[in-house]
């Protein structure tokens, strides 16, 4: 490049680069610095203030070999998994049915979102009741007659986590819905059209010619899921405390225990760098896949 | 009226080590004590500071228990935002804060009370010294190791209201025959962990205590009498199983309403025995280290003083802290808040048979040391999560028995 010739290019639309220089500033000192000192960290064997003592490998030693550890991994598997598929799907049959021209729809939609505007802590103790065999859902079942009836999955180590699950799509549910209602009202109106003259059935254009063309839209929930997964921890708080025993214990959970409780920042540095590397596990692909997609076009 | 108000002035400033020319201070004092009888007895505590001293008293309750509450404390000090003064345990809790030069040097405040002859038990003062120094100013002293007793629970099932572990087991059958608990137990880590220790010292002895946790030996961590002791822990499982509780005050409630016969708790539950207007000895019994060896863990509370560099908030620090040790301070606190004195040199009036029954262990010298005195809190919670899994789950107690000696002994 010739510096008489054009100018230099890092220079070029200046104002707008001032501009972004304090987000940029800010994501690699707090994003990515501060994550490098948590990794650095994590190899050392530092308590209650941080320092450099490195000890190689021993905390992710015995990060692994914890039960509780072990115990949240498996945990924040099933609610994933369950919490990915069951909000995506609920979330695209309410958008369906909402897409239908009902009346009243404005007010179906504010229901729906409604929980969303809740934040995990009132979410948890909503479900507390709920869920509490002595004034909530077991009660109420059982004042109707049915005296044998049992459902007290806050205080069964094996339905915990459906109690979790349950209450995180309650939440969540909502903002999927209306960001898949906002897909459907995107579709455009010929391709009913065209579907209706070929006489297909709704539920079959719905489910091979819509559903394939909301992929963006699908891309934009699965991302907004994730994360909220990921940091699955103030609803565990809430809700069960991480009971009964370890049942519903999270790896955020862990983290925050062991860096601030139990004042071992090691042992919470080293949980926190395997959820960074979780993470990275899964965007990493994702980005590099969609930069050698956009090359090709 | 002035010739008084000079005469305190004079004795404060005899008192205190430092002139007692500067301004008055603003001393912010954090602290997690928010239930009823623990917020009436910090109002005794600010009172005498303010009368005594002229400083004024800023009240920095944080809700929620001290595990929420220590980390918001720790933070600030780290964080460059001391507070006046913090509660923390005896123990360890602060003492990587004291190492790094963050808390205020007491030993002068303290040769000048002759805190060495009034502290009893004397390692109380021992837990706040630090290389011959003294940090922090012993506030009260909390046993976890009794047994609370319904007795309308025992008398509804027709059986001998139980003195003891074994009394209880045998009665545990009529008990739930009648529809009641045996055991109340909160599922929460630190309570299935203080039941645990309570069985440890109570059923194995202060000296098996002693060697499993102080001094990690060997021998007795894989003893019978440890095997033994997690064998009656599994019983206590199953004494507990159906009672679906959690929070301590729920379970101290069962016990109250009679619906569950015994909790193994620490005496703060005696707050909520009086809070229900209910009698040591006719509604409820106490039993020190499950009504085995009746040894006492001296744990409780003592206050901090961050280091600044504002001369007059020094001043007030070193104030409050002679305040915390004086008798009219000590009386008051402890009697609103049900806790024992830490001054062995002063009576308490009309305490409750339970009350009387800590003070005369206290007196014989029959105590043990907090685990926060001699185990890190990392290994406390390591322990917290071992025995909060098993009580959520069916593990063995050959299997819990084994992971907890692995956790003691990777000690540092």
């Given amino acids: 490049?010739?510096?008489?010739?054009?100018?230099?290019?890092?220079?070029?639309?200046?104002?707008?680069?001032?501009?972004?220089?304090?987000?940029?500033?800010?994501?690699?000192?707090?994003?990515?610095?501060?994550?490098?000192?948590?990794?650095?960290?994590?190899?050392?064997?530092?308590?209650?203030?941080?320092?450099?003592?490195?000890?190689?490998?021993?905390?992710?030693?015995?990060?692994?070999?914890?039960?509780?550890?072990?115990?949240?991994?498996?945990?924040?598997?099933?609610?994933?998994?369950?919490?990915?598929?069951?909000?995506?799907?609920?979330?695209?049959?309410?958008?369906?049915?909402?897409?239908?021209?009902?009346?009243?729809?404005?007010?179906?939609?504010?229901?729906?979102?409604?929980?969303?505007?809740?934040?995990?802590?009132?979410?948890?103790?909503?479900?507390?009741?709920?869920?509490?065999?002595?004034?909530?859902?077991?009660?109420?079942?059982?004042?109707?007659?049915?005296?044998?009836?049992?459902?007290?999955?806050?205080?069964?180590?094996?339905?915990?986590?459906?109690?979790?699950?349950?209450?995180?799509?309650?939440?969540?549910?909502?903002?999927?819905?209306?960001?898949?209602?906002?897909?459907?009202?995107?579709?455009?109106?010929?391709?009913?059209?065209?579907?209706?003259?070929?006489?297909?059935?709704?539920?079959?254009?719905?489910?091979?010619?819509?559903?394939?063309?909301?992929?963006?839209?699908?891309?934009?929930?699965?991302?907004?899921?994730?994360?909220?997964?990921?940091?699955?921890?103030?609803?565990?708080?809430?809700?069960?405390?991480?009971?009964?025993?370890?049942?519903?214990?999270?790896?955020?959970?862990?983290?925050?225990?062991?860096?601030?409780?139990?004042?071992?920042?090691?042992?919470?540095?080293?949980?926190?760098?395997?959820?960074?590397?979780?993470?990275l596990a899964i965007i990493v692909p994702f980005a590099i896949f969609r930069m050698g997609r956009k090359r090709h076009v | 009226m002035q010739n008084i108000s000079m005469r305190r002035l004079l004795a404060g400033a005899a008192l205190t080590i430092l002139p007692f020319g500067a301004m008055a201070a603003d001393l912010e004092v954090t602290h997690w004590w928010t239930s009823g009888g623990e917020a009436a007895a910090v109002q005794e505590l600010a009172r005498i500071f303010e009368e005594q001293t002229g400083h004024s008293w800023v009240d920095g309750a944080i809700a929620g228990s001290g595990s929420t509450a220590r980390p918001i404390m720790v933070s600030r000090i780290i964080g460059g935002d001391p507070m006046g003064a913090t509660q923390f345990n005896h123990g360890l809790q602060a003492q990587e804060l004291v190492e790094a030069g963050l808390m205020q040097d007491l030993t002068e405040v303290a040769e000048a009370n002759g805190w060495r002859d009034s502290i009893n038990p004397v390692s109380l003062l021992d837990a706040?010294?630090?290389?011959?120094?003294?940090?922090?100013?012993?506030?009260?002293?909390?046993?976890?190791?009794?047994?609370?007793?319904?007795?309308?629970?025992?008398?509804?099932?027709?059986?001998?209201?139980?003195?003891?572990?074994?009394?209880?087991?045998?009665?545990?059958?009529?008990?739930?025959?009648?529809?009641?608990?045996?055991?109340?137990?909160?599922?929460?880590?630190?309570?299935?962990?203080?039941?645990?220790?309570?069985?440890?010292?109570?059923?194995?002895?202060?000296?098996?205590?002693?060697?499993?946790?102080?001094?990690?030996?060997?021998?007795?961590?894989?003893?019978?009498?440890?095997?033994?002791?997690?064998?009656?822990?599994?019983?206590?499982?199953d004494l507990a199983s159906g009672g679906n509780l959690s929070d301590w005050n729920m379970a101290t409630n069962r016990i109250i309403e009679g619906t569950a016969a015994a909790q193994v708790m620490g005496d703060w539950a005696q707050g909520e025995f009086a809070l229900a207007g209910k009698t040591a000895g006719t509604d409820y019994g106490c039993h020190i280290g499950l009504g085995g060896e009746p040894v006492i863990a001296t744990g409780g509370d003592a206050i901090y003083f961050p280091v600044n560099d504002d001369e007059a908030m020094t001043e007030a620090q070193r104030a409050l802290a002679q305040v915390i040790l004086s008798e009219e301070a000590q009386v008051a606190f402890n009697a609103a808040k049900g806790s024992l004195p830490v001054r062995g040199d002063i009576d308490l009036a009309e305490v409750n048979e339970c009350t009387q029954a800590g003070l005369e262990t206290l007196k014989a010298g029959n105590t043990i040391p907090t685990i926060d005195l001699v185990m890190s809190s990392d290994s406390r919670g390591q322990i917290e999560d071992l025995t909060a899994e098993f009580f959520g789950s069916s593990l063995g107690a050959e299997d819990a028995h084994a992971r907890f000696v692995q956790i003691v002994q990777s000690e540092m």
Avoid at chain 1, 173 to 189: H, K, S, Y
Wanted: contains cysteine.
């Fill in chain 1, 1 to 279: 490049m010739a510096h008489s010739g054009p100018p230099i290019r890092l220079f070029q639309n200046w104002p707008a680069k001032l501009a972004a220089t304090p987000m940029i500033l800010t994501a690699l000192v707090v994003f990515i610095g501060c994550s490098l000192w948590t990794v650095v960290y994590s190899f050392t064997n530092s308590r209650l203030l941080p320092r450099l003592d490195f000890v190689g490998l021993a905390q992710y030693e015995r990060l692994w070999s914890t039960p509780r550890w072990q115990v949240s991994i498996e945990n924040l598997a099933i609610y994933g998994v369950l919490s990915l598929v069951l909000t995506l799907a609920i979330g695209f049959l309410l958008a369906v049915l909402l897409d239908q021209k009902i009346r009243f729809e404005d007010g179906f939609r504010t229901i729906i979102l409604f929980p969303y505007a809740l934040s995990f802590i009132v979410t948890g103790v909503v479900w507390q009741w709920i869920l509490n065999p002595d004034f909530g859902l077991q009660h109420i079942i059982r004042g109707m007659g049915f005296s044998g009836f049992t459902f007290d999955p806050l205080n069964n180590p094996d339905l915990v986590i459906l109690a979790l699950l349950a209450a995180g799509i309650w939440q969540g549910a909502g903002l999927t819905t209306v960001i898949m209602l906002a897909g459907l009202r995107g579709i455009d109106e010929d391709v009913w059209k065209a579907s209706r003259v070929d006489g297909i059935p709704a539920w079959k254009t719905y489910l091979f010619i819509i559903l394939p063309m909301m992929k963006p839209v699908f891309a934009t929930c699965i991302v907004l899921i994730s994360a909220g997964i990921i940091k699955l921890y103030d609803l565990v708080v809430a809700l069960t405390r991480g009971g009964p025993g370890i049942a519903s214990e999270v790896p955020a959970k862990y983290v925050y225990d062991y860096m601030f409780g139990n004042q071992n920042l090691g042992q919470g540095f080293a949980a926190s760098t395997m959820m960074l590397a979780a993470v």
């Fill in chain 2, 128 to 237: 706040c010294t630090f290389e011959g120094r003294v940090y922090c100013a012993p506030l009260n002293i909390h046993s976890p190791q009794w047994m609370w007793t319904s007795l309308a629970a025992f008398e509804k099932a027709g059986v001998e209201p139980a003195t003891n572990w074994e009394e209880l087991k045998a009665a545990a059958p009529a008990l739930r025959e009648a529809g009641i608990l045996p055991l109340a137990q909160g599922m929460q880590g630190w309570q299935t962990a203080l039941l645990l220790y309570a069985m440890i010292s109570g059923i194995g002895g202060a000296d098996f205590y002693n060697q499993v946790f102080a001094e990690r030996n060997e021998d007795a961590l894989n003893s019978d009498t440890l095997k033994n002791i997690f064998a009656e822990y599994a019983i206590a499982r």
